[in-house]
């Protein structure tokens, strides 16, 4: 029996007078991985952020209770937004995060086919380039734990294979994955959340009658 | 944690100070506004030394109050745009701590210059130097409330539509306290309205880390 690394639970997501989920409840041992899915405007990004800390659970329909989110140490997280600094060369801007977390693990940058980039300014890197620049921000933190929100998106075959590759290795040493990917993603053993297929979709109208 | 400030600090600071390379404007821009302002203001009410020399001093005033609107839609918007602000979060550094370096990093990168630039500014005006060292002191007691307001405005704006236009426009009554004591200094002749002005400047510099860390947390939802 491996040691718990993310325990969530009551997880409830509202936008509006929609309920995007509700009473959701995850486990992770170390190693795991999950795979998000669900079409788009279910929510998945907003469980990944809510997994992160960053967006505050909704207080549950039924129970009024707030969820809770309890990881064991530190969370790393990809998104849409890469995390670097814009205007500088991608080599400052990781040496930047470097500098808070801990320097990046000899390779990595050779591996996810940065080396070269070092003294392009990030914001003239392409969508896969910056999505690989965030990648190596992610290793250099050195967090057990990882939240990856579309981690392949603008990625060429090459380096999708290297980041399902980067996942494998990250679980071996006993880290968690949970992934949002649209596109195939092969995650041996992972096991899956469908957004889409849970029934949680009701109106706050329809909460109101259900409570009465 | 330590270090990881310091880390920040200098990176805010480089960053505030020379700007984004690419027309991304550095202290230099607001600076030469400012200068500008002076310059042109002579132009308007005419060549009177006697009158220049009295509103001399509100002037470079008001002169550094419109070119610390700025700066204002760089101070926040272009690392929430990037993430940053949510990495910071995930490495448990608070908002509150993030917010009192770029206030700090704002202040020492707009106000030695500012100072500096007032001299050539007061000497456009004819300004004695009794008068010059009024508004000296008085500018180095406001400058920490402007860069507190000018943070904590850009923390409220960040992310909305026109936000940089509305920070701006919440700026300018925000600073008021510390123009009324800091301007007023020079009609009532020094002391007293450099230490109201200063006295602003601190209980902004108290609040603005807090109101400004409550925004950015209010602006993920």
Known sequence: ????????????????????????????????????????GFGKSSLIRMLAGLLPPSPSPQTGH?????????????DERHGLDAALPLGRALAFWARIDAPLP?????RLGLARLLDVPVRYLSTGQKKRAALARVIGQRAPNWLLDEPLNGLDTAAC??????ITEHRAAGGVVVAISHQPI??????????????????????????? | ??????????????LLLLGTGGGGGGVVLPILFFLAVAIIFPFAVGPDPVLLARIGGGVIWLAALLAAILPLDRLIEPDREAGLFD?????????????????????LSFAPALLLATLPAAALFGLKGSVIAVVELGLLAGTPGLAAVGVLVAAITAGLKGGAALAGLLFIPLCVPILIFGAGSLAIGGGSGIALAAAASLVLLALAPFAGAAALRAGRG
């Open chain 1, 161 to 166: 294979a290297q980041v399902e590759a980067l």
């Open chain 2, 87 to 107: 990495q910071w979060a995930l490495r448990g550094i608070a908002e509150e701590w993030i917010i009192a370096l770029r206030i700090a990093a704002h202040w």
């Open chain 1, 66 to 78: 707030i969820g809770r989110v309890d990881w064991a140490g530190p969370v790393a997280l990809i």
């Open chain 1, 1 to 40: 029996m491996s040691a718990t690394a993310l325990s969530a639970t009551d997880l409830c997501c509202r936008r509006g007078d929609r309920w995007l989920f509700h009473g959701l409840s995850l486990s992770l041992a170390r190693g795991d991985a999950l795979h998000i899915r669900g079409p788009n």
């Open chain 2, 1 to 14: 944690m330590i270090r990881a400030l310091l880390a920040i600090l200098r990176r805010d600071l480089r």
């Open chain 1, 106 to 110: 000899d390779g990595t940058l050779e």
């Open chain 1, 186 to 212: 092969t995650i041996p053993g992972a096991s899956v959340v469908d957004l889409g297929r849970a029934p949680r979709q009701f109106s706050a109208a329809q909460w109101a009658e259900v409570a009465a």
